[in-house]
């Protein structure tokens, strides 16, 4: 059973950066993407970023040019730097896992999420 645990949220002033972390218990180059996810209160989760197992980058248009996705196969970890943090940045952040046949665009026939970590953008 795969399992993601993510790390880095908290609670930072605008302009501010955070670091998330996002933790696998096996191989991550098992994984067509990982990605990140958020979910203000009363929003739908939306896609932040994904990486593919190629290292095909995907953003938002929102946060693009602002936050980076990276992995770290030998750590089995995938990260999401987040600069110039905004208000509008609070949500929780989800990372998920997709393997499988892909069914859409960057949707897998297999996928499994993380509990998540909030993040708050206020002064």
């Known amino acids: 059973q795969v399992q993601l645990v993510e790390s880095g949220g908290g609670l930072v002033q605008p302009g501010g950066s955070l670091r998330l972390s996002c933790a696998a218990s096996?191989?991550?180059?098992?994984?067509?993407?990982m990605g990140w996810y958020r979910q203000a209160p009363g929003k739908q989760r939306e896609l932040v970023a994904d990486?593919?197992?190629?290292?095909?980058?995907n953003y938002a248009p929102s946060v693009r040019g602002r936050f980076t996705i990276s992995r770290d196969n030998a750590r089995n970890t995938v990260y999401l730097q987040m600069n110039s943090l905004k208000p509008e940045d609070t949500a929780v952040y989800y990372c998920?896992?997709?393997?499988?046949?892909?069914?859409?665009?960057?949707?897998?026939?297999?996928?499994?999420w993380g509990q998540g970590t909030q993040v708050t953008v206020s002064s």
């Open positions: 990486i593919t197992s190629g290292d095909s980058t």
């Open positions: 998920k896992a997709g393997w499988g046949r892909e069914i859409d665009f960057r949707k897998y026939e297999y996928e499994h």
């Open positions: 096996g191989s991550i180059l098992s994984f067509r993407a």
